[in-house]
T-cell receptor, first 114, second 116 residues
């Protein structure tokens, strides 16, 4: 079974600063998908970014980018120019290419302060 | 708005009762997933349906069952409810095909179940 580990339960960053959230995973698969989801206080799960393991180029979505290190099984999320609206729980997730379950980490609670 | 709808938003019921949660996927998505989010267990995958058929099963209790109907909406049935079943239940949908492979899952707003 695939396991996803987020080692930072809580983080804090000031507005306009940059923050990096860590995620490691364990799998014997060669091809797979990795995701970051955001869950604000509203509890809605919002997809932030997606990475295919066969792509060497790191995914980027506006202020959000990832550092995908396949050999190290590491998938960190960088948020640039942090905004108050980025305050949320962030979940890292793994999915096999067959498209079944998302395996989630336990999440990192991010607080953006003025 | 993800395009996935779930009803009801909140549900309060007593132990031993049975409830049904409903989910409508995004237009065009054939695959529906159910997840449970609780404080102690985190986000856990329960079950997946693809075009009306069960495709994958996770940590779903025998007291829980689900189905996907011809119009692709899905229902999650929870019976003999216990206090520990109190949680946020999410439905997600995705485009999945053998040819194209898997895509990201889009989540509904969730149903908050409280068992008293």
């Amino acid at each position: 079974a695939q396991t996803v580990t987020q080692s930072q339960p809580e983080m804090s960053v000031q507005e306009a600063e940059t923050v990096t959230l860590s995620c490691t995973y364990d799998t014997s698969e060669n091809n797979y998908y990795l995701f970051w989801y955001k869950q604000p206080p509203s509890r809605q799960m919002i997809l932030v970014i997606r990475q295919e393991a066969y792509k060497q180029q790191n995914a980027t979505e506006n202020r959000f980018s990832v550092n995908f290190q396949k050999a190290a099984k590491s998938f960190s999320l960088k948020i640039s120019d942090s905004q108050l609206g980025d305050t949320a729980m962030y979940f890292c997730a793994f999915m096999k290419p067959s498209g079944d379950a998302l395996n989630f980490g336990k999440g990192t609670s991010l607080l953006v302060t003025p | 708005d993800s395009g996935v709808t779930q009803t009801p938003k909140h549900l309060i019921t007593a132990t031993g009762q049975r409830v049904t949660l409903r989910c409508s996927p995004r237009s065009g998505d054939l695959s529906v997933y159910w997840y449970q989010q609780s404080l102690d267990q985190g986000l856990q995958f329960l079950i997946q349906y693809y075009n009306g058929e069960e495709r994958a099963k996770g940590n779903i209790l025998e007291r829980f069952s689900a189905q996907q109907f011809p119009d692709l909406h899905s229902e999650l049935n929870l019976s003999s409810l216990e206090l520990g079943d109190s949680a946020l239940y999410f439905c997600a949908s995705s485009v999945v095909s053998v040819a194209v492979g898997a895509y990201e899952q889009y989540f509904g707003p969730g149903t908050r179940l409280t068992v008293t």
